[in-house]
């Protein structure tokens, strides 16, 4: 079982550059005092996630501060955790399988139509 240290590693990996830093910053051990707030208005904002602008990502945000510093929440949160980052890393392959696919239909089209234009251009000469 992937440890929910592992995990919140894999989901700060997935996160833009700033959002990781703050991210890590709220990890580290002496920002207790911000974490467990940051973690209580967060996972209380994700209740109201019908509300404009807070939203139900800050539910599983707050957990997650939370469960730095309460040891029963870490094994459930890990193992959401692993689902989304599993989530992630899906849509991420399945984003660049797409890329790729759409890439090699360019590429068919671009030789079809250069095969064209030269049979064209040596047929009326």
Known sequence: MADFHEEMDRLQGHMPDWAGRRLNRLR?????????PAGIALAGGGVFSVLPVLGLWMLPVGLALLAHDVPPMRKPVARVLRFTNGKIDDMKARKAANKEK?????????AYNAAKKARQSGGGG
């Open 28 to 36: 580290h051990p002496r920002a207790v005092w911000v974490r467990v």
């Open 102 to 110: 759409a890439r090699k239909a360019y590429d068919a089209r671009k």
